[in-house]
């Protein structure tokens, strides 16, 4: 089976959340099944950057899109039995950000990713490479649905494929203005509200659920909350008219990648039957942030976007309250500046128990699931949400807000039954956050009961 996927960003190539994570682990599961799976990535400059060895594949191409045309090549690197394929066009790719920068996203995104989806589907045809199903993901990727109804419609190439598109974050919808349907070679009459429109403008998530055979997101509760008012983002309505071709599958994850028995990225490796280099791990993470962490003081970290999403706002709320409970905080994120003035502020008031780093460090993410006790997670709404995962890899115990995927994959602890491997908390405020935080903490101030927890959690996952 051909399988071509498309992903605005794919581990280890270029990644900004969760979605470089998936990008990257699925199509190499779905290889290991036998399946001929070529991804489609854009040659950021962090691609170009990071000294690969790329093998040209297209040297020059082009195609005309709203009556320019666009010179392109295409350059591949094959790794764990997947090829990716790299689609070059230094003006729109080679650039500091995926997607922008700290001023804001770049102005001309719908043309760069209109041009992403419609130079990878050239390009299947280019090398022959006629799939049996087309698989994108959000809205970067979508507007490859529209050109396969409306652009490549009836077109015996494509005739056989059959297409998915899976919504990893209904939030981010790709919206730009009317013109933009003409400027990326898409017929002007897809603006109506039946098609591409949404309240005066273009979105481009649309074009994926509305065109795409199947429509998946990433956890069963998120594909239901997102048929709801309070978490459809104005889509709720058009999710519900395609409810019949949308499923919930909660992510997976790969161990390959997140497996502290053979993670280079953390101080001293361990396994569920001996966690004694988790100790280790615990008393470097401490060391990283320039903190003690005495044993009997639970550490509680989070590797988090500093967006409203992640419910660091809760987090600001509830700081002194958390930090009152006698527990060392350690923060790893990068996002709105406002969040990040507030912590630096409030690391200023707690440093001696609140490590702090506004940076996007994969060395230093892994080596706070491997040494934290506990791992926060306060999310307003979370699609799927990997952290908890990884965290609970590592031996150390989630407290998330029961919302998506976090709901789907923590159960709360019951010490008397000696079932669930995390906390949770239902209402988005700062007591009940502080106040599930509170029974983790009264579980970690009992070290056998803190084991069983921790054996649980590492079962389960
Ligand atoms: P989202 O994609 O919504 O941000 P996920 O939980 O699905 O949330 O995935 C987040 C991914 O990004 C994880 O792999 C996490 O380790 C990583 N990550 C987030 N922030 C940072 C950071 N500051 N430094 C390193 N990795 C980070
Ligand atoms: C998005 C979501 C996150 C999910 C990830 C991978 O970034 O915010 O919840 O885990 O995609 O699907």
Same mark, same amino acid.
């Given at each position: 089976m051909k399988v071509a996927f498309l992903a605005s960003e794919v581990i280890p190539y270029a990644k900004t959340g969760g979605l470089a994570d998936v990008a990257g682990a699925l199509p190499r599961f779905l290889a290991g099944l036998g399946a001929d799976v070529k991804v489609f990535l854009p040659l950021y400059r962090a691609v170009r950057t990071k000294g690969l060895v790329l093998e040209p594949v297209i040297e020059a191409a082009s195609l005309e899109m709203g009556g320019r045309s666009l010179d392109y090549a295409v350059h591949a690197h094959r790794a764990d039995r997947v090829t990716v394929l790299f689609?070059?066009?230094?003006?729109? !790719?080679?650039?500091?950000?995926?997607? =922008?920068?700290?001023?804001?996203?770049?102005?001309?995104?719908?043309?760069?990713?209109?041009?992403?989806?419609?130079?990878?589907?050239?390009?299947?045809?280019?090398?022959d490479f006629s799939p049996d199903i087309i698989h994108g993901h959000d809205w970067?990727?979508?507007?490859?649905?529209? *050109?396969?109804?409306?652009?490549?419609?009836?077109?015996?190439?494509?005739?056989?494929?059959?297409?998915?598109?899976?919504?990893?974050?209904?939030? *981010?919808?790709?919206? !730009?203005?009317?013109?933009?349907?003409?400027?990326? =070679? $898409?017929?002007?009459? $897809?603006?109506?509200?039946?098609?591409?429109?949404?309240?005066?403008?273009?979105?481009? /998530?649309?074009?994926?659920?509305?065109?795409?055979?199947?429509?998946?997101?990433?956890?069963? +509760?998120?594909?239901?909350?997102?048929?709801?008012?309070?978490? =459809?983002?104005?889509?709720?309505?058009?999710? +519900?008219?395609?409810?019949?071709? /949308?499923?919930?599958?909660?992510?997976?994850?790969?161990?390959?990648?997140?497996?502290?028995?053979?993670?280079?990225?953390?101080?001293?490796?361990?396994?569920?039957?001996?966690l004694s280099g988790k100790k280790v791990c615990r008393e470097m993470l401490g060391l990283e942030f320039g903190l003690a962490a005495p044993e009997d003081r639970p550490v509680v970290g989070m590797v988090t976007r500093l967006a409203g999403q992640k419910g660091l706002d809760i987090v600001c709320e509830a700081l002194d309250d958390l930090m009152g409970l006698g527990l060392t905080l350690i923060i790893l994120g990068t996002g709105e500046q406002k969040i990040q003035d507030f912590l630096l502020a409030a690391r200023k008031k707690h440093s001696d128990r609140f490590g702090l780093k506004i940076a996007f460090d994969e060395r230093i993410a892994h080596t706070i699931y491997a040494g934290s006790d506990i791992f926060l997670i306060p999310s307003r709404y979370e699609p799927c949400g990997l952290t908890q995962m990884y965290a609970m890899k590592y031996g150390t115990i989630p407290v998330v807000r029961a919302t998506g995927g976090l709901e789907d994959s923590v159960q709360e602890y019951d010490p008397r039954a000696g079932e669930g491997n995390g906390f949770k908390f239902l209402e988005a405020e700062a007591g009940p956050l502080v106040e599930a935080t509170a029974r983790a903490l009264a579980v970690f101030k009992k070290p056998g009961s803190w084991r069983k927890l921790v054996g649980l959690s590492l079962i389960h996952i």
């Amino acid at each position: 089976m051909k399988v071509a996927f498309l992903a605005s960003e794919v581990i280890p190539y270029a990644k900004t959340g969760g979605l470089a994570d998936v990008a990257g682990a699925l199509p190499r599961f779905l290889a290991g099944l036998g399946a001929d799976v070529k991804v489609f990535l854009p040659l950021y400059r962090a691609v170009r950057t990071k000294g690969l060895v790329l093998e040209p594949v297209i040297e020059a191409a082009s195609l005309e899109m709203g009556g320019r045309s666009l010179d392109y090549a295409v350059h591949a690197h094959r790794a764990d039995r997947v090829t990716v394929l790299f689609i070059d066009r230094p003006e729109f !790719f080679d650039r500091d950000g995926l997607y =922008g920068t700290a001023a804001g996203d770049y102005p001309d995104n719908g043309e760069r990713f209109a041009f992403f989806s419609r130079a990878a589907l050239e390009t299947m045809r280019a090398l022959d490479f006629s799939p049996d199903i087309i698989h994108g993901h959000d809205w970067q990727s979508a507007l490859a649905f529209a *050109y396969l109804r409306h652009v490549y419609g009836g077109d015996p190439f494509f005739a056989r494929a059959r297409t998915l598109f899976t919504i990893h974050n209904l939030a *981010y919808q790709g919206l !730009f203005e009317q013109e933009v349907l003409a400027r990326v =070679g $898409l017929p002007p009459a $897809l603006f109506n509200m039946n098609d591409l429109e949404y309240f005066g403008q273009v979105n481009a /998530l649309k074009a994926g659920i509305l065109y795409a055979d199947a429509v998946t997101t990433v956890s069963p +509760r998120y594909s239901r909350e997102i048929q709801t008012p309070e978490f =459809g983002c104005g889509l709720d309505g058009l999710l +519900r008219s395609r409810a019949g071709v /949308l499923h919930g599958i909660l992510n997976g994850v790969d161990y390959r990648d997140w497996d502290p028995a053979t993670d280079r990225h953390i101080p001293r490796n361990f396994t569920p039957a001996d966690l004694s280099g988790k100790k280790v791990c615990r008393e470097m993470l401490g060391l990283e942030f320039g903190l003690a962490a005495p044993e009997d003081r639970p550490v509680v970290g989070m590797v988090t976007r500093l967006a409203g999403q992640k419910g660091l706002d809760i987090v600001c709320e509830a700081l002194d309250d958390l930090m009152g409970l006698g527990l060392t905080l350690i923060i790893l994120g990068t996002g709105e500046q406002k969040i990040q003035d507030f912590l630096l502020a409030a690391r200023k008031k707690h440093s001696d128990r609140f490590g702090l780093k506004i940076a996007f460090d994969e060395r230093i993410a892994h080596t706070i699931y491997a040494g934290s006790d506990i791992f926060l997670i306060p999310s307003r709404y979370e699609p799927c949400g990997l952290t908890q995962m990884y965290a609970m890899k590592y031996g150390t115990i989630p407290v998330v807000r029961a919302t998506g995927g976090l709901e789907d994959s923590v159960q709360e602890y019951d010490p008397r039954a000696g079932e669930g491997n995390g906390f949770k908390f239902l209402e988005a405020e700062a007591g009940p956050l502080v106040e599930a935080t509170a029974r983790a903490l009264a579980v970690f101030k009992k070290p056998g009961s803190w084991r069983k927890l921790v054996g649980l959690s590492l079962i389960h996952i």
